[in-house]
């Protein structure tokens, strides 16, 4: 698992997601307006997602560069957590920037890493009025921290899967394969359209064979992207054969008329598709 975190914040779906339905809980359990999650960039500490009950004190987005921020203090912490009633009164945070901006006194804030250890940003809350926040409040959110590591984890391990799960095998110029195996979920569909738009954009492409023979259809349903991704790719320009289509996708989608219709030329393999496009595949001869 990489430690460098280079996804884009909108990259994280599943951290996002459930930290905005914890927050609600955290918020009436620590009794603070706001709480939110940081995460540490090369410069700057930007908040990922946040809740404000009332007052609006952080926003989605937010960011402050990383020598100016609580978050800074919390991760040099070695025990990984810092608290104080009042940050206008705090020595360590008094006079940073931030807290003159913010106008907050209440403050709770813990590292948040990944499972491997690797530190990833922040879990904070705040409130504008002074809050003592006790051991039982520092170990309740360290425990929410930790649920949100393996968000974490799992975001990236989507990421780096969808990364794999976009095989695009280069023929020659103008020609390549795209095979497509396993499951498409959501996040797996507009991968996959991304990814081949805008390969066949950078490699100028005439030509995608299109592999379904490893695709898994889930719920008798054909995946609406592919249908979607054979119009982009005509609009574009660029043929589409289809091949590998299994008798469990035939049977499936006999009925479907987006797939009859899509005017795409289909083949029962890779070599057929090669052979339709002016390839041919010899064996070598041993001399």
Do not use: W
């Not at 003592?132 to 170990?139: A, G, I, L, M, W």
């Not at 979920?185 to 005439?206: F, N, P, S």
């Not at 119009?231 to 660029?238: A, I």
């Amino acid at each position: 698992m990489s430690s460098q975190y280079n996804l884009a914040s909108s990259e994280f779906h599943s951290l996002k997601s459930v930290s905005s339905k914890m927050f609600e809980i955290i918020s009436r359990q620590l009794n603070v307006n706001t709480a939110y999650v940081t995460k540490r960039g090369d410069t700057a500490m930007t908040v990922l997602c946040s809740f404000n009950r009332e007052d609006e004190i952080i926003p989605e987005g937010y960011s402050v560069e990383y020598g100016g921020t609580y978050c800074r203090l919390i991760i040099s912490e070695d025990n990984n957590f810092m608290h104080t009633s009042n940050l206008s009164k705090d020595e360590l945070t008094r006079e940073l920037e931030v807290t003159s901006q913010l106008e907050v006194k209440g403050f709770l804030g813990v590292t948040l890493k990944n499972t491997d250890g690797h530190v990833f940003g922040t879990l904070c809350v705040m409130d504008k009025e002074e809050k003592d926040f006790s051991k039982e409040d520092v170990e309740y959110l360290k425990s929410m921290a930790d649920i949100l590591s393996h968000l974490i984890d799992l975001d990236e391990t989507k990421y780096n899967m969808g990364l794999l799960n976009v095989p695009i095998i280069p023929i020659t110029s103008g020609v390549s394969i795209l095979t497509l195996q396993g499951i498409i979920d959501g996040y797996r569909a507009d991968k996959i359209m991304e990814t081949v738009l805008q390969y066949g954009v950078d490699h100028d492409i005439d030509s995608f064979v299109i592999d379904l023979s490893g695709l898994v259809i889930v719920d008798n349903t054909f995946p609406s992207v592919l249908i979607e991704l054979v119009r982009s790719l005509k609009l574009m320009g660029m043929e589409t054969i289809m091949t590998g289509i299994t008798p469990e996708i035939a049977k499936h989608e006999v009925n479907n008329t987006q797939l009859l219709h899509l005017n795409t030329k289909t083949v029962p393999n890779l070599e057929t598709a090669l052979e339709y496009i002016g390839f041919r595949l010899i064996e070598k001869q041993e001399t």
